[in-house]
């Protein structure tokens, strides 16, 4: 079984910035991509940022040039930087991923998120 663990979201002012962090666990033996979502209130999930092994990342319009998706494969561990934070920023952050387990199963995983809210 494959965990995720985001963590790192809070209160910020407008202009600020915040670090997410999703750690995850269990066994995953190929990975397709990885990626943060959001879900803002009263609106549906959206995409923030996405990249794909061996690709470069792919951004939301609403979040380029201010957000940037990294990992780091030895902790297991995808970032999400996040500077210069808007009110409309306000949301739930998910983290994910995407990829065959031990038994070669496919399938998308997802933490169970973190509140990141900014206010003016």
């Known amino acids: 079984q494959v965990r995720l663990v985001e963590s790192g979201g809070g209160l910020v002012q407008a202009g600020g910035s915040l670090k997410l962090s999703c750690v995850a666990s269990?066994?995953?033996?190929?990975?397709?991509?990885t990626g943060w979502y959001r879900r803002p209130p009263g609106k549906q999930r959206e995409l923030v940022a996405t990249?794909?092994?061996?690709?470069?990342?792919d951004y939301a319009n609403s979040v380029k040039g201010r957000f940037t998706i990294s990992g780091d494969s030895a902790k297991k561990t995808v970032y999400l930087q996040m500077n210069t934070l808007k009110p409309e920023d306000t949301a739930i952050y998910y983290c994910?991923?995407?990829?065959?387990?031990?038994?070669?199963?496919?399938?998308?995983?997802w933490g169970q998120g973190t509140q990141v809210t900014v206010s003016s």
């Open positions: 269990g066994s995953i033996s190929s990975v397709k991509s």
């Open positions: 994910n991923v995407e990829g065959w387990d031990s038994r070669g199963t496919f399938g998308a995983y």
């Open positions: 990249t794909s092994t061996g690709e470069g990342a």
